[in-house]
């Protein structure tokens, strides 16, 4: 007979990501924050590849890339909504991990799991700061995925690419829930 862990059961079926633009500081310091990225790095990890890695954005870090992602759009000719958008997670963030998929060659191994297992890092990595008490959001955003910010900004080689930025603070406004998935009308069962 399982051994249950009710609180556990109870926080995973009631937790909720905070809107970014809602976390404000206190943010987790060093100490606190390698609980939460060792918890992170226990995520299934087929054949033991370790395919991401972390970096941790700091605010004075968040500035700088907000003037990148501006001067990344303007040179890709996006409009400036979508710039702005862009920018907006770095203007108002605090504190931030990317969680950078880095593939691995495995003949065992197809790269989609892998990327299975960057998706999975973000969020365990969301769920061990909510669990600790944080209010956490998991992003990502059109720079995540420009070669160009990647490059210049954060240092990724061509092989590796951002699954998600998790921003991590206190929360400043509780919002409302958000209607969740009928989880009857997306079950099926096979009996035979």
Not at 13 to 39: C, D, F, I, Y
Not at 88 to 95: A, C, E, K, V, Y
Not at 162 to 173: F, K, Q, R, W, Y
């Amino acid at each position: 007979m399982p051994t249950p862990n009710p609180a556990v059961l109870d926080f995973l079926q009631t937790r909720r990501s905070r809107p970014a633009k809602t976390l404000g500081l206190p943010v987790p310091e060093r100490a606190a924050l390698m609980p939460l990225l060792t918890a992170a790095g226990r995520t299934p990890d087929h054949g033991k590849l370790e395919p991401w890695r972390f970096i941790v954005i700091e605010r004075a870090a968040m500035t700088r890339l907000s003037a990148l992602a501006a001067s990344r759009g303007a040179a890709l000719g996006l409009d400036a909504e979508k710039i702005a958008k862009g920018c907006t997670q770095f203007d108002q963030g605090n504190l931030a991990v990317v969680v950078v998929e880095v593939q691995k060659p495995s003949e065992k191994i197809p790269p989609l799991e892998q990327t299975y297992s960057a998706g999975a890092v973000c969020l365990a990595l969301l769920n061990a700061a909510l669990a600790a008490g944080w209010a956490a959001n998991w992003l990502s955003g059109w720079p995540s995925h420009d070669r160009g910010f990647l490059r210049e900004g954060l240092g990724l080689a061509d092989h590796e690419r951002v699954a998600g930025l998790i921003h991590i603070g206190t929360e400043t406004s509780t919002p409302p829930d958000r209607p969740r998935p009928d989880i009857d009308g997306i079950t099926s069962w096979l009996s035979q």
